[in-house]
C-alpha cells in the first residue's frame, strides 16, 4: 500500500507542466533544505508512493496535480556542486546531509484545489499543508487524499 505525501513547489521554479515535459515524465526532486523534509526524503519516501504536486508561492496556492515516486532516497548531488543554488559545503558524497526521490508525472487534476479552499472542509483541518504550511515535503493521510481527490472531481 503507497503513503501519500504533497510536494510543494513555485511554478517559476519547477512547475507540474515542467515535470510533464521533462524526458520520461520523470525528475529527481532536489534542493530540500528543511532536516523534517529531508528525513522524509531519505527515511519514508518509497518506490510506488503517490504526491500530491502543489503549487506555491502563486496568487491561488493549490494542488494541481498527481506523481508517482519512482526512486526512493538518495543523496542530493546538487548538494555537492559548487556551481549550484543548493550547494552546501558540509554535505559530501562520503556523508550527504541532503536527500531527493525521483518523480513521475501522472496527471493533471480535472480541477485545481486551491489552498483557500482546502482550508474551508473541516475534514482537512489536521492536514500538515494547514498547519506546518512551510515544509516542501509533507506527509498526507489516505483520507486527506480521498477528500482532495473528491473536490478535484477524480474517484478516490
Do not use: C
Not at 50 to 76: K, Q, W
Amino acid at each position: 500500500m503507497p503513503n501519500y505525501w504533497l510536494f510543494k513547489s513555485e511554478p517559476t521554479s519547477f512547475s507540474l507542466d515542467d515535470l510533464k515535459n521533462r524526458p520520461g515524465a520523470t525528475e529527481h526532486w532536489d534542493g530540500v533544505r528543511n532536516f523534517q523534509a529531508r528525513n522524509f526524503l531519505r527515511d519514508q519516501i518509497q518506490v510506488g508512493d503517490r504526491v500530491l504536486f502543489y503549487h506555491s508561492n502563486v496568487t491561488e496556492p493549490g494542488v494541481v496535480g498527481i506523481a508517482e515516486v519512482v526512486r526512493g532516497g538518495y543523496p542530493d548531488f546538487t548538494s555537492f556542486d559548487p556551481n549550484s543554488k543548493y550547494f552546501d559545503p558540509k554535505s559530501t558524497p562520503e556523508k550527504p546531509t541532503w536527500y531527493m526521490v525521483d518523480v513521475r508525472f501522472v496527471r493533471e487534476l480535472p480541477r485545481p484545489v486551491t489552498l483557500s479552499e482546502l482550508k474551508t472542509i473541516p475534514e482537512l483541518s489536521e492536514m500538515a499543508l494547514l498547519n506546518r504550511s512551510r515544509l516542501s515535503v509533507q506527509p498526507v493521510r489516505k483520507e486527506e487524499w480521498d477528500r482532495i481527490m473528491t473536490l478535484a472531481g477524480l474517484h478516490p
